[in-house]
């Protein structure tokens, strides 16, 4: 069965970094585009990233573009997300997800990870 393992959060301050990883298993990783999610306390899921299937194209949301980049490493199985620049309403949980084709759509991924905490204070 598909399965998706988050790692990397933390407490971090203001301005600090962060990468995250997603190890994946039972699906053909490289065939699928992945997808990052966060959920902030008190609020919905909001999309943060997704890159396609080979990493030719990747899509951010206005809210991370310019600090954060997704890539993945398909012989690795693994999906990342570095965060630069990191701001207290950047803390969420962050969930990595499968969509369901090879194409980068920008939506809430079904199939997600149990997700990592990313918290950002002074």
């Known amino acids: 069965q598909v399965q998706l393992v988050e790692s990397g959060g933390g407490l971090v301050q203001p301005g600090g970094s962060l990468r995250l990883s997603c190890v994946a298993s039972?699906?053909?990783?490289?065939?699928?585009?992945m997808t990052w999610i966060r959920q902030a306390p008190g609020e919905g899921l909001e999309w943060v990233s997704v890159?396609?299937?080979?990493?030719?194209?990747?899509k951010y949301a206005d809210s991370v573009k310019g600090r954060f980049t997704i890539s993945r490493d398909n012989a690795k199985n693994t999906l990342y997300l570095q965060m630069n620049g990191l701001k207290p309403e950047d803390t969420a949980v962050y969930y990595c997800g499968k969509l369901s084709s090879a194409m980068p759509s920008p939506v809430i991924a079904k199939t997600r990870g149990q997700g990592t905490q990313v918290t950002v204070s002074s």
């Open positions: 890159i396609n299937h080979d990493s030719s194209t990747v």
């Open positions: 039972g699906f053909n990783f490289g065939a699928f585009a």
